[in-house]
């Protein structure tokens, strides 16, 4: 009936992991933190002498013996009134610490358990999915920008260094600038360049219907760069992209509690870089590996301007230069056969464009060549019986891609320079309402 309550009061408490009690005869798990995997509880059969425990009475005496602070960079190691630091209490500040519960031992009757696949069945979950980026999709001959290249790397090897070097190192890399400048795709060929692996979070994972949500996800992915550090030896970083999207401030939009939470928790990680809490209680060995953080934006200002400051917030506005834009839109149509004189007075005819316009020409040039592809396979009637389903043997014709020239790419360009005009021009929103107005 005692195992029996366990389980019920592990439904209704899902954060909260039941361990056995020392002296239940019906637990004969011990059950303790792996020392590789701080996240992941593991069981042994046997044990000559009793373990303490994450958080038990022995490692707490410990550490109240020892008298060390958490952070010689701030107070967050201040106690609560139960005896915690606020990092712990900040890890714990979510509904659900452990969606991946599984069959655990202790948790569930050890009858239901099982001895083929182990005492925990499931403990490997969260490590069979792939959190990192490879960027294998990026094939081909890309242009880096210098400066972009410099910066990007230079954060990285100073945060990398940070204990050899004597200086005050902000943990946050602030990418920002116009919109469709490539500052993205910029970091990812960096990143690919250097061999860095990191974990990418957007702005969409930065509210939740759970408060405390986004924050936990921040810090977990966090944890899980630092982990590919530790355990693949291998460079990481967290990068975050448009994160203004996600926490600034626009006119009158609504100020959540999530947006609190998740810039209190990006100031907290670059306060106290190693000491990274999702939950579980402090040990002494627990020592996050220090990964910098990456975040791309359009406009910084409405961020919490106490994120921003330089102590926490290295900033880098990303403009490219005539040079730059050429070198990257002559890499993108190499393909093409298209000389540098030739991107150059694609460039020069329309100025002041964001890199992302002369990718739309090169796309826009296909336009004709679907159309016709399409009326070969029959026209409009035919399409989804065409696309979606033909039989398996059945080929559909061969699409011969256009050779895009300067001519056809320059009427592609004022044709979308029309379209930018016409909806700057229009604000067909005032025309809707204008009964409305005063």
Known sequence: MATTSLAAASHHHRHHILLPSRSSPRAPNRVRLCPAFPSILCSSTSSASPQPTAGGEEEAEDEAASGGK???????????????????????EAENMNIAVGARSGVIDDLFVGKFLGRDSDIVFDYRQKATRKFEYLQGDYYIAPAFLDKVAIHIVKNFLANNLNIKIPLILGVWGGKGQGKTFQTELIFKAMGVEPVIMSAGELESEK???????????????????????????????????????FGNTQMTVNNQIVVGTLMNLADNPTRVSIGQKWRESDITHRVPIIATGNDFSTLYAPLIRDGRMEKFYWQPTREDIINIVHRMYTKDGLSSEEVSRIVDTFPNQALDFYGALRSRT???????????????????????????????????????????????????VAEQELIMNSKLSKEYMKNLED
């Open 70 to 92: 958490l952070s010689k960079q701030s107070s967050w190691e201040a106690k609560d009134g139960q005896g915690d630091d606020y990092l712990y209490r900040l890890g714990k």
């Open 211 to 249: 408060a405390g949500e986004p924050g936990r996800l921040i810090r977990d992915r966090y944890r899980t760069a630092s982990q590919v550090v530790q355990n693949q030896g291998k460079m990481s970083c967290l990068m975050i992209n448009d994160l203004d999207a996600g926490v600034g401030r």
């Open 366 to 416: 296909y336009d004709q060549a679907i159309l016709k592809w399409v009326n070969d396979i029959g026209g409009y009637e035919q399409l989804g019986e065409k696309l979606l389903k033909r039989k398996n043997r059945e080929k559909l014709p061969t699409f011969i891609p256009p050779k895009p020239t300067v001519d056809a790419l320059i009427e592609s360009g004022d044709s979308l």
